[in-house]
């Protein structure tokens, strides 16, 4: 039996994923990656907790976040479409997933914040007018336009940080 380390569910030995929380049972080898920081002309290499995942081929899911605060792995959805946000009282219209157990509320995450499609290979994610933004790498996107992204992009919804990761 294996453990979930998330919400403590008994899963049989050989699962990948939690079948209670969805959290990726199988941990894969941390890759360290450099990243640039620009100041005043001058460049400075600093480390960056970026992993670096084979793709797999196990499971439906297309897309994965990597909570790169926590670590956790969330397979979000096997859907062509997916809305990301936070849940509160009172809420008519509900994310398809939920980031509040991420401290989503602390992180100026909206409560329908922004939309993953898989249209045809070309993934997108599209800000749905947030209060705090969308970045791709570092960039503010745009609200309700369309952007592509790519394995291993990282997203910021607000402050709330997470990598792409794609099979």
């Known amino acids: 039996m294996i453990i979930c380390p998330n919400c403590k569910h008994q899963e049989s030995d050989g699962a990948i994923f939690c079948g209670e929380c969805g959290m990726q049972l199988v941990q894969y080898e941390q890759a360290q990656t450099q990243t640039q920081k620009f100041t005043s002309g001058q460049s400075e290499q600093t480390e960056a907790p970026v992993r670096s995942y084979p793709p797999t081929q196990?499971?439906?899911?297309?897309?994965?976040l990597h909570m790169l605060e926590s670590g956790q792995i969330l397979p979000v959805s096997d859907r062509s479409e997916f809305t990301m946000g936070r849940i509160s009282d009172n809420q008519p219209i509900m994310p398809?997933?939920?980031?509040?157990?991420?401290?989503?509320?602390?992180?100026?995450?909206?409560?329908?914040?922004?939309?993953?499609?898989?249209?045809?290979?070309?993934?997108?994610?599209?800000?749905?007018?947030?209060?705090?933004?969308?970045?791709?790498?570092?960039?503010?996107?745009?609200?309700?336009?369309?952007?592509?992204?790519?394995?291993?992009?990282?997203?910021?919804?607000?402050?709330?940080?997470m990598q792409i990761i794609m099979s």
Do not use: C
């Not at 196990?58 to 994965?64: A, D, G, L, P």
């Open 58 to 64: 196990q499971s439906s899911t297309w897309v994965t």
């Open 96 to 161: 398809d997933v939920d980031l509040s157990p991420y401290r989503a509320f602390d992180h100026g995450v909206s409560r329908l914040h922004a939309v993953i499609r898989r249209n045809s290979q070309n993934p997108t994610i599209m800000d749905l007018g947030s209060s705090n933004g969308t970045y791709i790498n570092g960039a503010r996107i745009a609200p309700n336009i369309e952007q592509p992204i790519r394995h291993g992009d990282i997203l910021a919804l607000g402050k709330l940080k």
